[in-house]
């Protein structure tokens, strides 16, 4: 794992942004898994800016999104299909026909599930995945407890991610208790894989993920077994990090052909 420590959250959705950039001019066609939630949306308005000002292009790709709240029709306001609309592709040329959201009516949820699976691996895989975290180590909808083999189905949510997510629905009984959600094992194919996490808040989960033991308890810590993971965090998300000072050091002293 490479720990990237930065000042604050502008700063690392910049750098996390320029590895988007280069593997879009290296691979236009690239098949990129996105995320939704605070933690992405540095990173998206930094591509948009990259598509405004550099043209960089998006006609190519192919997007596949995490996970999505079942029942709820794509046109919902609190749906991630809205939220990916507004934080991101109606600002970019992405074509409709390369988006797939796991957005499906709750009676066809296991088919659909196959079929999403089917898609990406239809797509040739996902080149970089990009991952939020939750409080409770969550990452896409993989709740504590799931499968570290998972692939994409349904899953239950907490109460406590629930309460965190009523703050884009009117109340917290409004959180769809179901969701559809690529599983770890899906994740773990990405050929490449970037974790975003900000605030104090979120503290507890990486020190979890990135330094703790490799357990269903916390989802996000099988990404220790990832070859090619970036976290990018702000100095409030690595404050519970035991090697802090090694993984600036590691940063600092990176060989320039390791930069992007
Ligand atoms: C939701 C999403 C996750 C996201 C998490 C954290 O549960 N399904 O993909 O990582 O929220 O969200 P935020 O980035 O807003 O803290």
């Known amino acids: 794992m490479e720990i990237i420590i930065q000042e604050n959250e502008e700063q690392a959705a910049k750098l996390a942004a320029r590895e988007i950039r280069a593997l879009l001019l290296k691979k236009p066609a690239a098949v990129l898994g996105l995320a939704t939630g605070s933690s992405p949306v540095g990173v998206y308005r ?30 919902h306001p609190a749906s991630y299909a809205t939220f990916m609309q507004e934080q991101l592709f109606r600002e970019i040329d992405l074509p409709a026909e390369g988006i797939n959201i796991p957005s499906c009516a709750p009676s066809e949820v296991e088919v659909f599930c196959e079929a999403y699976d089917a898609r990406i691996a239809a797509a040739g895989g996902i080149d970089l995945q990009i991952l939020g975290i939750g409080h409770d180590g969550h990452i896409g909808f993989n709740e504590p407890s799931s499968s570290l083999g998972s692939r994409t189905r349904i899953k239950t949510l907490t109460a406590e991610t629930r309460r965190a997510n009523a703050r884009f629905f009117s109340s917290e009984d409004e959180v769809p208790p179901h969701v559809v959600t690529m599983g770890i094992a899906n994740i773990m194919e990405a050929r490449e894989i970037i974790l975003l996490a900000f605030g104090r808040g979120k503290a507890a989960a990486i020190a979890a993920a990135v330094e703790g033991p490799i357990t269903a308890s916390c989802p996000a810590s099988m990404l220790q077994f990832h070859r090619r ?28 052909w390791q930069r992007a």
Do not use: C, M
């Open 229 to 256: 993971v970036k976290v990018f965090i702000d100095e409030e998300a690595a404050g519970a990090l035991q090697r802090q000072d090694y993984y600036r050091w590691v940063y600092e002293h990176k060989p320039g």
């Open 46 to 75: 930094e591509l948009i800016r990259y598509h405004r000002e550099e043209g960089l292009s998006f006609g190519q790709a192919t997007s596949f999104n995490l996970d999505e709240y079942l029942g709820l029709p794509p046109g």
